[in-house]
């Protein structure tokens, strides 16, 4: 048998007709939800050096005119426009912003808007497609594509805390893509694209849908989100472990206390410089990561057990836990 009968008789390629269905379903995608994405521009005044402008991305949530944006895009905000699909511009004002989790939103006055339809983050596996649309150094609606590459990351955001629960994707993401929504090929948005990682090729993270839907509530209603405030400033130590086993602890960290706001709640309850924050009432505190999760708007008001770990004693004071200033 010669090898162009042998060539005959192989299967035909059917890499052609998977190609057309990925096209297919990113197009799709693409058509149900880049009228709902906008950007976003902020410009600042400054003194002696006229105006600076900021840009980035953002998505109409609800037809009334909500966009959700990044909490880094509107920082030190001045004037804020939004410019539509169809090329209006309309001025914006700040309903929100909640700097931990890199989340925003804005208002804005105008018809015929499309809102954007709101997926599960929480179903995502890795490997499964997803589409980033935004505004890239101005160029509106941009499209990349990629995969989910990893869940359950953690983001450190500029105001220090940690955003939980971080999808890591490959999808090519520039500045001017922060705030655009993050969609899966059926249209539904599962996350708000906020980082790249400067030199990291293929690395752009999203805040997950599941927590904006957490945080847009408060947004909505008191334009940030409360969190309790013990008036300290500390770091992640690790304990020894002879300290733990002397003090019959099932740690490998804790938080040492490095400052206190005089007056503040820790300072009134007799926390010192140097004490280590080993537990807030039953909570293990490993961490200043664990004592910020640990602080929530349901503590405010509230008393609390603060166990510390003074030269070699063990103590517990009696803090009330105040609401962290805006």
């Known amino acids: 048998m010669t090898r162009r009968r042998l060539r005959d008789m192989l299967p035909v390629s059917h890499d052609h007709d998977l190609l057309d269905e990925y096209s297919r379903a990113v197009t799709h995608a693409v058509d149900l939800v880049a009228p709902s ?129 971080v999808i890591q994707t490959d999808a090519a993401l520039n500045p001017g893509n922060s705030g655009g929504p993050l969609v899966t090929s059926d249209g539904r948005v599962v996350g708000v694209n906020t980082a790249i990682i400067a030199g990291g090729q293929g690395l752009s993270f999203a805040v997950p849908i599941a927590t904006a839907t957490l945080v847009l509530p408060a947004l909505l209603r008191d334009g940030r989100l409360r969190r309790g405030y013990l008036g300290i400033a500390g770091q992640t130590v690790p304990l020894l472990r002879r300290v733990s086993r002397f003090h019959h602890l099932m740690q490998s960290g804790a938080v040492l206390v490095t400052s206190l706001e005089q007056g503040g709640p820790a300072d009134r309850a007799g926390v010192r410089d140097g004490d280590l924050i080993v537990a807030l009432d039953d909570v293990v505190i490993e961490s200043l990561d664990d004592l910020h999760r640990a602080l929530t708007v349901e503590r405010i008001g509230a008393r609390a057990r603060l166990v510390l770990l003074r030269d070699a004693a063990r103590l517990v004071v009696i803090v009330r836990i105040e609401e962290r200033k805006a």
Do not use: K
């Not at 953002?58 to 920082?75: C, K, P, Q, R, Y």
């Not at 001025?91 to 208002?107: F, H, M, Q, S, W």
């Not at 490997?127 to 869940?151: E, K």
């Open 37 to 165: 994405v906008v950007s976003v521009t902020v410009t600042h005044e400054r003194e002696q050096r006229g105006t600076a402008q900021a840009n980035g991305s953002g998505f109409v949530f609800a037809a009334d005119g909500l966009v959700l944006t990044n909490s880094h895009v509107v920082e030190g905000r001045a004037n804020i426009s939004v410019t539509l699909p169809d090329g209006r511009e309309c001025p914006a004002d700040l309903v929100g912003a909640d700097p931990d989790t890199d989340l925003a939103v804005l208002r804005i006055s105008a018809f015929d808007l499309s809102a954007a339809t709101l997926g599960e983050s929480r179903t995502l596996r890795p490997g499964q497609l997803v589409i980033a649309i935004g505004n890239p150094y101005g160029f509106q609606h941009s499209v990349t594509t990629g995969v989910v590459s990893a869940l359950g990351r953690s983001l450190r955001s500029r105001s220090g805390r940690l955003i939980e629960n």
